[in-house]
Structures are given as C-alpha cells and as structure tokens.
C-alpha cells in the first residue's frame, strides 16, 4: 500500500467522519466545527488530486468564508452551548433507511456501470490555464458565466442585507 | 488495494451526499440544516472533480463548473443565514416547525 | 261559441289577482289589496254569468241535449298517442253551473270580508290566497282531464291549507291546518291511485275518453276476467277515485279535518268549507257518473252508503256541539252526505237520472244557504268575539239584519216551503224513495235532525235568555256598533234573497245526467211527510231553546250514553289517534325510524366519518413542512428505482 493510497484514506475518513459526526452532533457549535473538518478534508481531497487551485478557492470561500458565516450565526442565533433537540426516532429511522438504501442503490449502480474515459490529451489544471479559460470569449471560455455569476453575487449582498436590515420603528 | 481511481472518489461522494440527506431530514435546526446542504453541494463538487480528472481530462469544464457553485453556494449561504437571522428576530427561534406563521 | 277565449279569463282573473297582491301589493298597496281582489273576482263573476247566458240559452244546446263543449285544449305532456295530461277548458252543465256558484259565493265572500277582516295586518295576503283558492277552484272544475283536476285539486287542497292556518300564532290553527292537509293528501293517495287503474284499463286521461271507453259493453265485457277481490279494477279504481272525493267531501271516516278546519277566518270556512271546496268530491262523482252508473253500480253503492252513513252521523254530533261553527261544519258534512246518497240512488238519463239532478240542486241550494249561514255565524262571532252558543243568546234585536237572513237560510236547511232546500231536498227524498227505501227513511230522519240542530242553533243564538255582557267588557266598543258593517250585511241580504227564490229555478231543465231537459214536478203528497217532520223537528227545538230552560239537560241524561258519544263525535278523533300514535307510530314508524337511523344513516355516516378520518390522516401528510417533503421525495425515489430494477431484471 503507497503512501498517497494511504493518504487518501486519511482524507476520506476525514470527511466521512467529520461529516457524519456534523449531521449527528447535538451541540450546534461543535456540528460547525465537524463540518469545518469535513471540508478541509474535501480541500485536501482537491489537492490530492492535483487541483491545486480549486483546493484554495475551496479553503478560502468554504472555511474561510462560509462556515465563519455559519459560525457567526450560530452566535447571533443560538445558545452554542446547549443540546439541540433529539430528531423524532421515528423520522429518524426512515431517514437513515432512506440515507442507506440510497446510498447502495447508486453504489449498486456505479458498479454496474462502466465509465468510459475519454482518450484526449491532457490539459494541465494549472492557474494559468484556469485563468485563460475563465476569461476567454473563444471555444470553453467561461466569461458569460463569469458575469452572470458577479451580478449574481452583487444581487446577493444587496439582497441579503435588505433582508437582514433592522427596520427602524418610524416614529 | 490498487491504484485510487474513480470509484474510489464516487463513494467517498456518494457516503457524503447521503450524509447530507440523512442531516437534512433529521435536524429542526435551520443552520443545521444549511449545513447539510453544504455537504451536499461538497459532494457534488467531488463528483466533478473526479469526473473531470479521470475521464475528461482534456476539458477543464468540471473545474469551472465547481468556481461557479461555490460561488453560487457562497450566495446560497449568506442569503439563507440573512433569512434565519430576520426569523430569529421575529420568532425568537429558529427551529423550522416553529415559522408556521404563513401556514394556512 | 264565438271568441271563446274570453272564458279562459274566468280562472285566470284570480291567478293574475294572487301574483299581483302576492308579489307587488303586499308590500307596496296594502290598503287597496282587498279591492283589487274583489274587483277582479267581480270580473271573473260577469263573464262567468255571461258565459253561463250563453251557454244554457244561447249555443248549449244541440237538438235538446245539452253538449260538453271543449273550448281550449293543450296537451302538456304527451306520452302516447292516447294518454296525455292536458290543460284545457270544458264546459258542460256542471261545470257551467259550478263556476257560477263558485264565482258568486268567491264574490259575496271577498265582499264580505272587506268589513270583516278590517284592521287584519295581513289582509293582503288573506285576500292572495283567497285569490289563489278560487283560481285553483275554478281550475278544477273546468279541467277537460282528470289528471289536470288531480293537480288543481293539489292546488286547492294547498289554498285550504294556507287559508286554515291564516292565524298562525294560534296552535290550535297550526295543528287544524296540519290536520286538514294531512288526511286530505292521505285522501288524495286514492284519488292517483284510481286515476291510474282507470287510465291504465281505459288507456286514457282524458274526461272524454275515459267515459267514452268505459261505457263501451265490449269494453266492459273485456274486462270482465280482471278483477281483484271479487270486484272488477274499474270498480276498484272508481272506489279509490271516491276515497279521494270523500276526503275532500269530509265524508266518514275521512270527515275528521273538517270540524277543526273552523280555526280559519270565518268567510274562508263560508267560502272553502260549506260552499265550494268541500263538494269537489260531489263534483269528481258527478263527472265520472256514467261510468258509475254503467260500468260499476257496485261503487255507486259505495258512494251511496257511505254519504247516507256521513250524513246520519254527522247531523247526531251536531245536535250536540256548542261551537256554533262546529254545528255548521257538521251541517255540512250531513247536506253533503245528502248529495252523495242522491248521487249514490241515482241511474243515467230520463226519470232515472233524478238523484243526479236532485244532486246537483241540492249542492246548487245547499252553496246559497250554507254560505249564508257561515257569513251569518261570522257576523254573530264578529259581534260577540266567542264562537260558543254558550256565550250568546238574545241578539236579535242587536242585529235585526243577520237575524232574518239567518232565519231565512235555516228555513232553507230545514226544508220549509218555500226555501230552496225545501225543492232540492224533496227530490232528492223522492229519489231516494224510488230506490232504496233503507236510505230514504235514514234520510227523512236526518233530515227531521237537521231541523232540530238548526234551530236549536238559531234560538240559541237569537233568542233564549237576554244577551247580557257577561263577557266582561262592559265598555267594550263594540257594543255600541250593533249591526255589522254595510259590507257585511250587502252579502248577507243578496244571499238571503236568493235562499228564499233559489229553489224555484227549474233545475233540471239546465242539469241532468245525460243533458235532456228533466221536468221535475212537485209531489205534493210526498211533501206532506218531510215537511212536517221537518217542523216537527223546528218545534222540538223551539221548545227546548226559545226559553233558558233545563229539559235540554234532561234530555241530554236521558240519553246520557249516547249524547256523551255524540258530544265527543263519537271518539273518531280518538280513534284515529289511537290507531296511528300507538298502532302505526309504534309498529312501523318506530322500526322504520330505527332502520333509517341506524342502518340508513349509519351507513351514511360510517363512510364520512371513515372519509373525514382518512382525509384528515391525508392531510398529515400534507403537512407544509419541507422535511416531510423532502423524505417522502427521497421514499418515493427510492421506491421507483427498485421497482424498476425490479422490472428490468
């Protein structure tokens, strides 16, 4: 068994757990924290599989921004430090019915099914390609999305601070 | 075991798709179940990714398909906390059977 | 006849009357309702005299004979080519002469209750529904079909109804009401049941054809084999024709509604209850009489015994009773008992056909005098504000005028010569006498109690002790009115002057079982018999009641057991009450109710309430809750992906 084999069960029992542990945890805080776990997992995962790039933009946007969000929250909502309630059992049961039949039914399918890769030549995930691509208007240029994405996430912030916006009782 | 290949990623990814169903249907807590909804969407990523590695690997369309979700999840998140936190100062919960205040 | 159409306006007159005080003047002209009515009904009243001018001596008569003549005809609903209900206009005789009745007495009542119902708040709508009965009257007996008179006869039934329960505040009027609608209707269920025999055999609806058919011998003989219970269908479904005329007619045992049907306004009883409605069921018998005579002489025998036993019957309870309305109503049913028998003796055509003319007579007098005497009682209670003898006595120099007229139609009733129930009844005797002789001595001794009761009433009433005001209103205004209002007492005085010429109209010149002229002459050796009984009848009662004295009383102990009975009128009243509270409420309301409860209805319930619990075990799931959804989704999914695998597999 290699090492990075080796690594990559390290990395998988990572966010298994750690996203296991965040579904099932009773205190909220250390939920977010298991789920923080989980995604520096996925990140790691990301690197282990030479997208160096995209396990940045994962560490910086989902650890550094999204779950701080989260955390954030959870101070400005809950007690951090009491129990949530028990789901109902019998909501429970059926949900991990659900989870598990599920979850075998698409690893059933995965194994009946055989992937067929593609024999192209390999193109290099690296920055500099990510960028051309990002910008270019040409064939696999990604701008229109890009700009779409941006108004996206300007209507977004706008939004969420209408929403959030403590009204002033008027006089 | 043999050399780590797509399988391998499909069911770390599927496992935590799952995972994220299972959170969702069971917690009453809001933010808990945004936090379900981002395993979800990490477990999609991971199936781009793998996707994109081990059968497109001349194509980066995985890739920027995943900027784009985070991007979108990014969103996703801080409208949905804005949301909680507006019901929060109106119900003083935010377990998700206490908003039935629109419930007919 | 020339522009017949204008006949048509004689029922219709009234209808538009009823729409317009019951639909715009209620609300709008109150105080002239009662106008409008008794002018429209004073329209209806001309073209009916006309059109009875023309028919009787103008265009009626076709080589002697009088003709059914159809003026209007419509088929409303056709179901084969024979049977169809219609609405149409006939004319004959009978009809000729019930329209005149019915529009002159519908007249002197509407009149006549312009003073009596003064001050009523709800006068329009007594004048709609008087309105509404006289159409539905007249509706009735000019209908060309039987199943056209089924529906006015409904129709008349229900103007009654409205019309006994006008005072609805009053529970005794409720239930008389009820009462009165109820074995009516039970009546009615003969009267469809015999128009169904006898249109099924006869294949018709129609008056016409229904006569035509029946009293054709090899249509006779056809039927011969179908009978049921010994008698032929036809005479079954004359039978239950007859149940239905008897329970209109009040005849025994149907009569019970009648008595109690006196908790109306007076004039509506003048009107409904003595003059018009009441001989519908003498109407439906004359109209089908060939087809008694001929077809079924075993139903006439029914229709004879039955109106002999009523009238016996009912004139014992009226010696009896106190209410003077009751009396009358007794009277009533006693004079139709009268007109029933002489039906009930008489054969088809020429000399035979007397009791068919006395009949008709007798109904004709009978609507005068009768009429006169409700108005007459209404009069007195209008005075003195009680309906008991009891409460009266000495008015006739308080109220001259309604004291001779009611003299005169006593005398009428009587029999005394030379009133008009003096000519009808003679013949009616005298028919009876020709053929039954059974009948004829229950009849002159009825007729001898008619005398006593009316008399009885009247010395009552108008004489013995002084009339003191001993109900204690001393002051009461009405004291010092006296005599009744003008438009009362015009009423009064016509139908006095025709109760005393009335009988001297040569009727069987104008009316007859096959529309030959009858000369009828007077028997005057057969007279002496009837006559003096009758005044014997008048003394005995003059010498009981003209004086405050006790012989009544020792009359009454004498007899204790049978006036007792007779006072309770005999306990029908008990016995219907008795048979169908403890009988028929018991044996088969209740099971029937508890069947209906608990299968019935339970069944109905169990499957709502299963539904209601179900659905709302629906609804739980439709809870709104995004979770919920979300499982079920991640269940459904689930399902159909194994029951796919499933298939392919």
Known sequence: MSASTVIFYILAAVIIGGGMLAVTERKIFRSAVYLLFSLVGIAGLYFYLNYEFLGAVQIVVYVGGIVVLIIFSIFLTVESGSDMKNPNFIRALFSVLAAVFATSLVLWILKAHTFVASTTEALEPSTRNIGRQMLSTGEHGYILPFEVVSILLLAAMIGCIVIAMKLKPKA | MNEIGLMHILVISTSLFFIGVYGFLTRRNMISMLMSVELILNAVNLNFVAFNKFLYPGQLSGLFFIIFNIAIAAAEAAVAIAIIINLYRNHRSIDINDATTMKF | ?649
């Not at chain 3, 018998?285 to 075993?298: I, M």
């Not at chain 3, 002051?475 to 005599?483: I, N, Q, R, T, V």
């Not at chain 3, 209805?601 to 979300?630: A, E, H, P, R, V």
């Open chain 3, 1 to 649: 006849m020339p522009e017949t159409i204008y006949i048509a306006l004689i029922p219709l007159l009234p209808i538009l009357s009823f729409l317009l005080i019951a639909l715009v003047g209620r609300r709008y002209f109150p105080q002239i309702c009662g106008l409008l009515g008794t002018l429209s009904l004073l329209s209806s009243f001309v073209i009916s005299a006309i059109v009875a001018y023309q028919y009787f001596f103008v265009v009626g008569k076709v080589n002697g004979i009088y003709k059914q003549i159809i003026v209007f005809k419509y088929a409303w609903l056709q179901f084969n080519s024979n049977i169809s209900i219609d609405m149409g206009l006939l004319l004959d005789p009978i009809s000729v002469m019930m329209i005149s009745i019915i529009t002159f007495i519908s007249l002197m009542v509407h009149i006549y209750s312009l003073g009596y119902m003064k001050g009523d708040p709800r006068i329009s709508t007594y004048y709609s529904f008087l309105s509404l009965f006289t159409f539905s009257m007249l509706g009735l007996v000019l209908s060309t079909n039987i199943f056209q008179m089924y529906i006015f006869w409904e129709l008349v039934g229900v103007s009654s109804f409205l019309l006994i329960g006008f005072y609805y505040t009053k529970p005794s009027a409720v239930a008389a009401s009820k009462k009165a609608f109820i074995v009516t209707r039970f009546a009615d269920l003969g009267f469809l049941i015999g128009i169904l025999i006898l249109s099924y055999y006869t294949d018709s609806l129609d008056f016409q054809g229904i006569i035509k058919k029946a009293t054709d011998p090899s249509f006779i003989g056809s039927l011969a084999s179908v009978s049921f219970m010994g008698l032929s269908v036809l005479t079954w479904g004359l039978v239950l024709v007859f149940i239905g005329g008897a329970g209109k007619s009040a005849m025994f045992p149907l009569h019970i509604w009648l008595p109690d049907a006196m908790e109306g306004p007076t004039p509506v009883s003048a009107l409904i209850h003595a003059a018009t409605m009441v001989v519908a069921g003498v109407y439906i018998v004359a109209r089908l009489f060939p087809v008694f005579t001929f077809t079924c002489p075993d139903a006439l025998q029914v229709v004879a015994y039955v109106g002999i036993f009523s009238s016996l019957f009912a004139a014992l309870i009226a010696c009896t009773q106190t209410d003077i309305k009751r009396v009358l109503a007794y009277s009533t049913i006693s004079q139709i008992g009268f007109m029933m028998f002489a039906l009930g003796v008489s054969g088809y055509g020429g000399e035979q056909g007397l009791g068919f003319m006395a009949s008709m007579f007798h109904l004709f007098t009978h609507s005068i005098f009768k009429a006169l005497l409700f108005l007459g009682a209404g009069s007195v209670i209008h005075y003195v504000h009680s309906n008991d003898m009891k409460d009266m006595g000495g008015l006739r120099k308080l109220m001259p005028i309604t004291h001779l007229t009611f003299l005169i139609a006593c005398l009428a009733i009587a029999g005394v010569p030379p009133f008009a129930g003096f000519f009808s009844k003679e013949e009616i005797l005298l028919a009876a006498w020709q053929s039954n002789k059974l009948i004829f001595y229950a009849a002159i001794f009825t007729a001898t109690l008619t005398a006593f009761y009316v008399f009885r009433l009247y010395f009552q009433i108008f004489w013995s002790k002084t009339f003191s005001a001993h109900h204690d209103q001393s002051d009461a205004p009405e004291h010092k009115h006296g005599e009744a209002p003008f438009s009362m007492l015009l009423p009064l005085i016509i139908l006095g002057l025709l109760s005393i010429v009335a009988g001297l109209v040569p009727f069987g010149h104008f009316v007859s079982s096959d529309g030959e002229v009858l000369n009828t002459e007077l028997h005057l050796g057969f007279s002496i018999a009837p006559v003096v009984l009758g005044l014997l009848g008048i003394g005995l009662a003059l010498l009981f009641y003209k004086k405050e004295n006790d012989k009544p009383n020792r009359m009454a102990s004498a007899l204790s057991g049978f006036y007792t009975g007779a006072l309770h009128k005999f306990y029908i009243d008990e016995i219907y009450l008795f048979v169908t509270r403890k009988v028929i409420f018991n044996l088969i309301g209740r099971p029937a109710a508890w069947f209906d409860k608990t299968v019935v209805d339970g069944s109905m319930n169990g499957i709502t309430s299963f539904t209601t619990s179900f659905s709302g075990w629906i609804k739980g799931i439709q809870s709104g809750k995004l979770q919920d959804y979300t499982l079920y989704f991640f269940s459904g999914l689930i399902g159909f992906v194994l029951l796919v695998i499933y298939l392919w597999t």
